[in-house]
Nanobody
Framework: QVQLVESGGGLVQAGGSLRLSCTAS????????MGWFRRAPGREQQVVAA????????RYADSVKGRFTISRDHTKNTVYLQMNSLQTEDSAVYYC?????????????????WGQGTQVTVSS
């Protein structure tokens, strides 16, 4: 089993930045690609960014391209989401997810492990 713990959420003004972290523990050798998803009140969960096992391939939702960057550090079993130029529409609970496969996916159903989520609130 793999446990994922997110951190770094909080309250920030529009235009500001936050960096989310997600650290995996347990059977981390079975952790492949990882992703960040978010869910805002009254809206469906959406993918924010995903990264493959090597860290060389990543993909972003159109709404965050150029503003968010996903990265990972295998030595720390951690994946990051650097969020710049935050907008009020970015307010949501952000979830980290991991899948056993090494290839990246933007599909919610293709992830095997999930964190508990961290709240990001962007004020105007």
């Amino acid at each position: 089993q793999v446990q994922l713990v997110e951190s770094g959420g909080g309250l920030v003004q529009a235009g500001g930045s936050l960096r989310l972290s997600c650290t995996a523990s347990g059977r981390t050798f079975s952790t492949g690609a990882m992703g960040w998803f978010r869910r805002a009140p009254g809206r469906e969960q959406q993918v924010v960014a995903a990264i493959d096992w090597s860290g060389a391939i990543s993909r972003y939702a159109d709404s965050v391209k150029g503003r968010f960057t996903i990265s990972r550090d295998h030595t720390k079993n951690t994946v990051y989401l650097q969020m710049n130029s935050l907008q009020t529409e970015d307010s949501a609970v952000y979830y980290c997810a991991a899948r056993r496969a090494a290839t990246m996916s933007i599909q919610h159903g293709e992830y095997d492990y999930w964190g508990q989520g961290t709240q990001v609130t962007v004020s105007s």
